[in-house]
């Protein structure tokens, strides 16, 4: 029978595909002698089987789970459901990639109305066996019965004003007797049955709801955004209990080994005294740091701080650690790599370094390459900052500046980040059901919660601006309203600004400036582009891009759109003049116009990026996005051009295509019209030879001409490009090179490029429209499909922002292997969008191109994403 369940001590760090990340770092403390309370781990596996079994947990594997809770019951000396010696378990998602807050966890399973008097009898402690139940049925509720965790808060609210205290454990035994009956009696009344008394009936039940956390809705999205496989499933890892809530020789706290905000090099978190871990993240109470724990129980932090220590050291990597604290006894629940903001990241990668504790190939896989983006947009200007007045403080949770329109809740958000608006998300708390709106927010600011709640961490793992816990605030969903401490009011839409370095909150906007890349980015990113061997370069159309991507280390420009240089209103006149044009005087009269405009460009261009290589893609877009199409807008153009109203409106008639993106563009418009490649070749090559002359900068222009899907279409082009551009060449005295390639973006083109590889000195793989044009899918309109692909499994990711390896990753592979095999120096490179994700840059590196393109922006992520992914195929990591 095939092996689905695993003691701890038969685990060890190196099973974490199987065992999950939390069962594989159990089972590896465990092996280090660490005080690890003892259970078992349900693997991946029998979760994937789950699904593949119409989600059910078949007999065998039930057996299985039975069979090693009798070894836990065994080493315990405890049982199940037995009031003489209870065990009572947690119940914890652990997923092989680390999925903080994103699925479901379930405490105190064990305990019904026999177990928890025989708890209260056992340990003289009634508060707490009481407590420890009625946390059980609202978990319990919540997780496996699907009965919202809020519903039981109404009671608790109740219980606490009848009293006329404000926190929880001001309640007693009484009070928590009365929350049970309350909590039990709304189960009954939900779910016409009674709160379930039997033991293994919990635990099976409670199993099955870890398995169907793998699939809700938050953490799909959180796969989604993060590349993790909905096939590698969840383990479950049950785990006898310790408790922090046993009285004031009792607690729980979260810590990190370094500090997740900043880097710094010292023992950072909070605990909480007689608590349970939710309390830690949750922000009912106010937690206390870390570093009071040292007067608290100095004994204890003693031992924590050298179990920190060991465990960084056994890692190579700042840890996160759970534990929790019984009766004056240290136990570890938890320790994984630790969430941290980018700064933090890279201070932490170049720390390590320096210590001894890694090499740089290692410290370079610690540094999430999407991080990146949190150090290269703008921060606050200092000048702006210091006029402005903070209407109230917070915690700085996660650094960054943020500005946006106040919205109360994820949808509100998400809704309103869909109309263009730049929002921030204003809650009483998060909670992992608002992952969608927080993901789109500039930042994140919560009336609760610490340094370690749900808002603090997704924040910083997702390099957005949080700031937690702020004073004195009145947050109402219900009225769309925050209500600071000296009355003033914030209603949904007005902006706010957050500053996530410090904690201060603004009313209104504050001016930003840009950011600037000094000290640890500059070695960590020396150390990737040292490792690396995938060029990076950018998509860029006016010289600012350029500059800018300079900054960020690109190395070229992959994708000059030159269509985009034509929209400005000083230009658009010339261009539509070339459009409406009746014959080739005309059209030349025009494109004479347009020459000077281009050529003055590419000089600007080739001067930003220093003589690095610039790839220029002739004219692409349909003619008809030129030109007005309602009748007032044509008749306002014919006005200002001189010409007839009914001629223009027939031309833009004669113009209209049922399907633009597959009509008149690309080479087809350069086929019809050569005279255009002619101008544009003029303006690309007479630019070069300008700046050459003048600034003394050899450039060599690649001039890619675009949706070529038949070698003769290319050969026609590129005679007419060559022509203008020997001419050219020859009567400047220079010796100048030129390439003339193409871009791959049809299917035909990756299926033929064997042949397009005779004519093509290059080929650019235009992934946007390959993937449009593999699928059948409409990039515009695409939207409203996936959200219904994604609930339904058809897909896992949108195949416009990650590269779909399977289709369209062949095709690339198949005209990469074709091109090579015909012209082995043959350039290879990526322009779409996928050239700054992070699995694609992995795949074009590994298929063997020699640079990707990406945006500005993301040119420092694509540069690490390449370095990470030479590491892996060197087996450095």
């Not at 000290?519 to 950018?538: C, K, P, S, Y």
Request: hydrophobic residues 40%; charged residues 25%.
């Amino acid at each position: 029978m095939k092996k689905y369940v695993y003691m701890f001590p038969e685990g060890n760090g190196k099973m974490r595909e199987l065992l999950g990340g939390k069962g594989a770092n159990l089972a590896e403390m465990t092996g280090l002698g660490m005080p690890v309370p003892q259970g078992f781990t349900i693997t991946t596996e029998a979760c994937t089987r789950y699904y593949e079994d119409g989600k059910t947990i078949y007999p065998d594997i039930q057996e299985q789970i039975l069979e090693y809770l009798d070894k836990l019951e065994k080493v315990t000396g405890k049982t199940l459901g037995d009031p003489e010696k209870p065990l009572l378990v947690s119940v914890r998602s652990g997923a092989r990639a680390s999925m903080p807050g994103m699925m479901d966890t379930i405490l105190n399973l064990g305990m019904n109305d026999e177990i928890c008097e025989a708890v209260a009898k056992l340990t003289n402690n009634p508060r707490f066996a009481r407590d420890s139940y009625r946390r059980f049925i609202q978990m319990f509720s919540d997780v496996v019965m699907e009965l919202p965790k809020s519903t039981f808060e109404q009671f608790i609210d109740q219980v606490k004003d009848k009293k006329g205290v404000k926190m929880d454990n001001e309640l007693d035994a009484d009070d928590m007797s009365e929350l049970i009956v309350l909590f039990k009696d709304h189960y009954k009344k939900s779910l016409g049955e009674d709160f379930p008394q039997d033991p293994k009936k919990q635990l099976m039940e409670a199993v099955r709801a870890v398995f169907r956390s793998w699939d809700n809705p938050r953490a799909n999205t959180y796969r989604r955004m993060n590349d993790i496989p909905h096939s590698w499933g969840t383990a479950v890892n049950v785990q006898s209990m310790v408790f922090g809530n046993m009285g004031e020789t009792s607690g729980t706290g979260v810590a990190f080994t370094r500090n997740p905000a900043t880097g710094e090099k010292k023992l950072y978190g909070e605990f909480l005294m007689n608590a349970q871990g939710e309390d830690v993240v949750a922000g009912i109470r106010t937690p206390q740091p870390i570093s009071a724990l040292a007067n608290t129980m100095p004994e204890v932090y003693n031992q924590f701080v050298d179990i920190s220590s060991r465990l960084e050291k056994h890692y190579g990597d700042m840890q996160d650690m759970e534990f929790t604290i019984e009766n004056g006894k240290l136990y570890m629940l938890q320790t994984r790599n630790g969430k941290r903001t980018a700064q933090a990241a890279l201070k932490v990668a170049v720390d390590l370094v320096d210590e001894g504790v890694c090499t740089k190939e290692q410290a370079v896989m610690k540094v999430e390459p999407k991080q990146l983006d949190a150090l290269l947009h703008p921060t606050f200007n200092p000048e702006a900052l210091k006029a402005a007045t903070p209407i109230t403080t917070g915690l700085p949770a996660s650094p960054g500046a943020a500005c946006g329109a106040v919205y109360f809740t994820a949808d509100a958000a998400a809704k309103a980040h869909k109309t263009g608006l730049k929002v921030v998300l204003v809650r009483q708390e998060t909670s992992p059901e608002d992952i969608d709106g927080m993901a789109v927010s500039e930042g994140i600011m919560t009336a609760r919660g610490g340094m370690t709640s749900h808002a603090a961490v997704v924040a910083r793992g997702m390099g957005t601006c949080c700031v937690a816990g702020v004073n004195g605030i009145k947050v109402s969903e219900e009225d769309k309203t925050i209500t600071f401490a000296d009355g003033t009011i914030a209603k949904e839409g007005d902006v706010i600004s957050l500053d996530g370095s410090t904690g201060n909150v603004y009313l209104g906007a504050i001016a930003t400036q840009e950011a600037e890349l000094t000290g640890d980015f500059g070695r960590f990113m020396g150390w990737a582009d040292e490792i690396r061997t995938l060029h990076v370069r950018t998509n860029g159309d006016t010289p600012r891009d350029a500059t800018q991507a300079r900054k960020f280390g690109a190395e070229g420009i992959g994708l000059c759109r030159t269509e985009h240089m034509f929209f400005e209103p000083t230009r658009i006149k010339a261009v539509r003049e070339m459009i409406i044009a009746d014959t080739l005087e005309q059209r030349k009269a025009a494109l004479a116009k347009i020459l000077p405009m281009q050529r003055g460009d590419f000089e600007a261009i080739y001067r930003a990026m220093g003589g690095l290589p610039v790839t220029i893609r002739l004219l692409d877009p349909p003619l008809h996005e030129f030109l007005p199409h309602e009748d007032d807008e044509i008749q306002e153009l014919a006005g200002e051009m001189g010409v007839p109203f009914e001629k223009l409106k027939a031309k833009v008639e004669s113009l209209h295509e049922f399907n633009p993106m597959l009509g008149t563009r690309g080479c087809r418009l350069d086929v019809l019209y050569p005279e255009i490649a002619e101008m544009q070749t003029e303006a690309i090559i007479s630019a070069a030879i300008n700046v050459w002359k003048e600034d003394d900068l050899r450039i060599t222009p690649e001039i890619m001409v675009p949706l070529v899907s038949e070698i003769n279409e290319l050969r026609f082009v590129k005679k007419v490009i060559k022509a203008k551009a020997d001419e050219l060449i020859e009567a400047s005295g220079l010796k100048m090179k030129y390439m003339v390639g193409t871009m791959i973006e049809t299917p035909r083109a990756a299926v033929t490029s064997d042949e397009i590889a005779e004519e093509a000195e290059f080929f650019s793989f235009g992934t946007n429209d390959l993937t449009q044009m593999t699928y059948g899918f409409s990039r515009d309109d695409v939207g409203r499909i996936l959200e219904t692909y994604f609930e339904k499994k058809i897909l896992e990711s949108d195949p416009f922002a990650r590269l779909d390896q399977k289709g369209v990753g062949r095709l690339v592979k198949l005209a990469v292997d074709n091109g090579k095999r015909v012209r082995p120096d043959i350039k290879l490179g990526i322009c779409g969008e996928h050239g700054g994700d992070l699995s694609s840059v992995e795949f074009c590196h590994n298929v063997g191109l020699n640079y990707v393109s990406c945006s500005p922006f993301r040119v420092p992520i694509a540069r690490l994403a390449a370095a990470q992914a030479r590491v892996k195929e060197l087996g450095k990591a």
